[in-house]
Structure formats: C-alpha cells, structure tokens
C-alpha cells in the first residue's frame, strides 16, 4: 500500500524555521519526483516545491523562493521541506505528494494530473 506521511509541523513564530518531513512507502521512491503543496482555509492548494528523482533539480514558486529549501533522502524514502523566516502566510496544511517521472518543474502539475499520491498533511501555522 502507498503511503506517504507528513510531519514536522506545528505552531510557530514569524521569522522562525520549521523543517517538515515525509516519509514514503509502497513504491520505488527512487522513480518519482516529490513536492510540497500547502493549503490555506478557504484557498486552492498551492504549490511551494519540487525536486528531481535524485535531488539534483528543485524548483520553487516566487513567493517561497529564498525561504523554502527542498531536499530528499533516497536511502530512507525521506522528503523535507526546510522553511526559513517563517511568514503569518505561510500558514496551511503542507502536503508532501510524489509524481512517477517527474522533473522538479513538473511537480507544480501534480494536484491537476494524473498518476500522484498524496499524503494528509500536517498543519503549519505561524503568529505574527
């Protein structure tokens, strides 16, 4: 069964940092490409990161760039989101999701493709 769980979140102040993992099982990590996507009350999911099969490629929207960092672990089907000078908006449920054959870029596709598995997310939630 595919599995992928989040954690690492919680309540946190504006300018802190929070580093948020997933964790894989059920399929060959090594064949998908992985991202983050938050979702705010009342919003659309959004897309904050992505990252090639083996972590040489990541990409990330404006209004994370610079702050958001995204990496992975192949050899513990591990996923992270870094989160540096933490912003009231940045508050959400993150959700980890992982794309067969995926680059980095193409992550941004994944809510409204085809062939994505997603976690439940964990909450994020910032004061200012």
């Known amino acids: 069964q595919v599995q992928l769980v989040e954690s690492g979140g919680g309540l946190a102040q504006a300018g802190g940092s929070l580093r948020l993992t997933c964790v894989a099982s059920?399929?060959?990590?090594?064949?998908?490409?992985m991202g983050w996507f938050r979702q705010a009350p009342g919003q659309e999911r959004e897309f904050v990161a992505g990252?090639?099969?083996?972590?040489?490629?990541?990409y990330y929207p404006d209004p994370v760039k610079g702050r958001f960092t995204i990496s992975r672990d192949n050899p513990a089907n591990s996923l992270y989101l870094q989160i540096d000078n933490l912003k009231p908006e940045d508050s959400a449920v993150y959700y980890c999701?992982?794309?067969?054959?995926?680059?980095?870029?193409?992550?941004?596709?994944?809510?409204?493709?085809?062939?994505?598995?997603w976690g439940q997310g964990t909450q994020v939630t910032v004061s200012s």
């Open positions: 999701v992982a794309r067969y054959h995926t680059t980095a870029q193409t992550m941004s596709v994944a809510m409204a493709g085809r062939n994505s598995y």
């Open positions: 059920g399929f060959t990590f090594t064949y998908y490409g």
């Open positions: 990252i090639n099969w083996n972590g040489e490629s990541t």
